[in-house]
């Protein structure tokens, strides 16, 4: 019997046991108040105010009066009866006092409440290790072995519990984009600049973005529009002379904030230290855009939407120091190869919380990689074709407990030709 009450109540929290309370915060000249916070005398839970002073905030039989607090002003408290809409007018105070508080973020942050060992590396980490692209985000630590599996195309692979690359899974923010094909040279084409956090966990994980995470995952988040820089810029080269560009902005277009990234690769000099007559590294030519967009906050009852869009243009010549593509591609004497590689993507996250217990989340992605490649005599081309679909539905009971469940879509379609 008691299991038929529990599912009566998932199903129906609002109607029988709550109702909504909205509302808006203003001051004597009717100016909305954003970021005004507001809770039930009882309850530690709360909720902040929009843009436009608007709120709203669930309440159950035993909330009666509600708070509301803003820096500046003097607090008020209103005696909720009905589930009309509320208008908090707040007086200034005549004298607010200064409170400076500064702290240092750590570089690694170890999480004690995951049963899975994870570690976060902050951009303070990122710091001090100067990384062109993701695989030298993790110099400076050694959870993940970054590998050098090609050295004449110099491509890389992340390696957890020195196991192969293929056996974790690498996420963009929360979304898999690096599979197949583009798992070759893909962590290669994430510039450093662009990353923001990046959580680790090792050993066998959850399958909500696929099965793939069989020795750990890794999400890589890049830099939110609402919180980073307004404007960025980045000029890196190295001892063979190879240059990368970075530019970062981020602007707001109505209730819209955008980031927008750029990142250019421009070759080395032909470089061969051991005069062994092959390229030490190879001669690299890359440009990325990337356009993120985000609306509303997934802590905020209501809607929240982030859309992203990258393209990646790549191309690698690699091989004999006298190789030349445009004479000598395919060629069976003299050894070279090039890598071209074309990739569009767009992923899309939505949220709709109903509130602070329950929320919806839809994600999508797809992506698709042209890749036209000689290895010596060998011409091989791939295309890629990924879509990736998850709807998840989240309940939160308080801080420490989260229960997600959902389904969840995954479309791979390869074709190759080896000539």
């Given amino acids: 019997m008691l299991k038929y009450v529990i599912c009566l109540y998932l199903l129906l929290p609002f109607s029988l046991v709550a109702q909504t309370i909205t509302g808006k915060v203003v ?3 009717k100016q909305p108040l954003q970021g005004a916070s507001l809770f039930w005398e009882n309850d530690k839970k709360g909720v902040s105010t929009n843009e436009d002073g608007t ?3 669930y309440q159950t039989a035993t909330n009666k ?3 509301v607090s803003y820096i500046g002003y003097i607090n008020d408290t209103i005696d909720v009866t009905s589930n009309q809409k509320i208008v908090f007018t707040l007086k200034q105070t005549n004298q607010i006092q200064t409170v400076i508080v500064s702290a240092e973020k750590s570089g690694i942050i170890l999480s004690n409440q ?4 994870s570690e976060v590396i902050t951009a303070v980490e990122l710091k001090k290790a100067a990384c062109c692209d993701l695989s030298g985000c993790f110099e400076t630590q050694s959870s993940v072995q970054q590998q050098t599996t090609n050295i004449i195309t110099n491509s890389k692979e992340l390696r957890i519990l020195g196991l192969s690359g293929v056996y974790n899974q690498v996420l963009v923010d929360g979304f898999p984009m690096i599979q197949a094909t583009t798992f070759t040279y893909g962590i290669s084409a994430i510039p450093g600049s662009l990353v923001d956090n990046i959580y680790i966990s090792k050993g066998a994980n959850s ?4 099965h793939e995470s069989i020795s750990g995952q890794i999400n890589v988040e890049t ?4 919180s980073s820089e307004k404007l960025f810029l980045n000029l890196y080269t190295n001892s063979f002379g190879e240059k990368h560009i970075n530019l970062n902005t981020n602007f707001k277009v109505k209730k819209w904030h955008s980031l927008l990234a750029v990142h250019i690769v421009q070759p080395a000099n032909k470089i061969n230290r051991d005069d062994d007559t092959f390229l030490d590294v190879p001669l690299l030519n890359r440009y990325m855009v ?3 967009w985000k609306v509303g906050k997934e802590k905020d009852w209501g809607w929240s939407n982030e859309i992203a869009l990258r393209f990646l243009s790549e191309n690698r010549v690699g091989g004999q120091t006298f190789f030349n593509p445009n004479q000598h591609k395919g060629s069976s004497s003299i050894y070279g190869n090039t890598i071209q590689i074309n990739q569009p993507e767009i992923w899309a996250k939505t949220s709709y919380r109903f509130n602070d217990v329950h929320r919806v989340t839809l994600y999508t992605s797809a992506f698709q990689q042209n890749q036209d490649s000689y290895f010596g005599s060998l011409n091989y081309i791939a295309k890629q074709q990924n879509l990736f679909a998850n709807l998840q539905y989240e309940l939160t009971s308080n801080a420490n407990h989260n229960l997600k469940m959902g389904i969840s879509f995954k479309s791979l ?3 190759e030709e080896i000539a």
Avoid: Y
Wanted: no cysteine; net charge positive.
């Fill in 223 to 226: 830099k939110k529009p609402n």
């Fill in 290 to 292: 990337m356009n993120k």
């Fill in 114 to 117: 995951s049963i899975i060992k």
């Fill in 27 to 29: 001051n004597k000249k």
């Fill in 65 to 67: 009066k509600l708070i």
């Fill in 207 to 210: 399958v909500l973005q696929g």
């Fill in 55 to 57: 709120f709203s905030i």
């Fill in 413 to 415: 379609l390869l074709n």
